[in-house]
Nanobody, 129 residues
Framework: QVQLVESGGESVEAGGSLKLACATS?????????IAWFRQAPEQERDGVAR?????????FYADSVTGRFTISQDAANKTVFLQMNNLKPEDTATYYC????????????????????WGRGTQVTVSS
């Protein structure tokens, strides 16, 4: 069974850091090609943040808005994907979701929700100025 459970969201001040975790299942790691983080602010579209191929450390991809501030990584042994977020800004405030993509489309250098099949329920990140 493919499962994704996000954690680590909190309220922080601008300039602070958070590390989000996406705990997955063995089936997720056996099925998915990629894990990605998306975020969605109220009344906004869901935007891609970062993605990482399952079981490989390279070929990560980031949205321009977070490049240099956020880092996606994975602990394959524990089937967990992380999102380290530094120098947070108020505009980073959103619900953050992790998603698993199946097939080659998630390996494209794009972050489109339509490329991802399985989704977690999200974790809230609030950055105050």
């Amino acid at each position: 069974q493919v499962q994704l459970v996000e954690s680590g969201g909190e309220s922080v001040e601008a300039g602070g850091s958070l590390k989000l975790a996406c705990a997955t299942s063995a089936d997720t790691y056996n099925t998915a090609g990629c894990i990605a983080w998306f975020r969605q602010a109220p009344e906004q579209e869901r935007d891609g943040v970062a993605r990482i191929p399952i079981g490989r450390s390279g070929d990560t991809f980031y949205a321009d808005s977070v490049t240099g501030r956020f880092t996606i990584s994975q602990d394959a042994a524990n089937k967990t994907v992380f999102l380290q977020m530094n120098n947070l800004k108020p505009e980073d405030t959103a619900t953050y979701y992790c998603a698993a993509g199946v097939g080659y489309r998630c390996l494209l250098r794009a972050l489109l929700p339509s490329h991802y099949t399985y989704w977690g329920r999200g974790t809230q990140v609030t950055v105050s100025s």
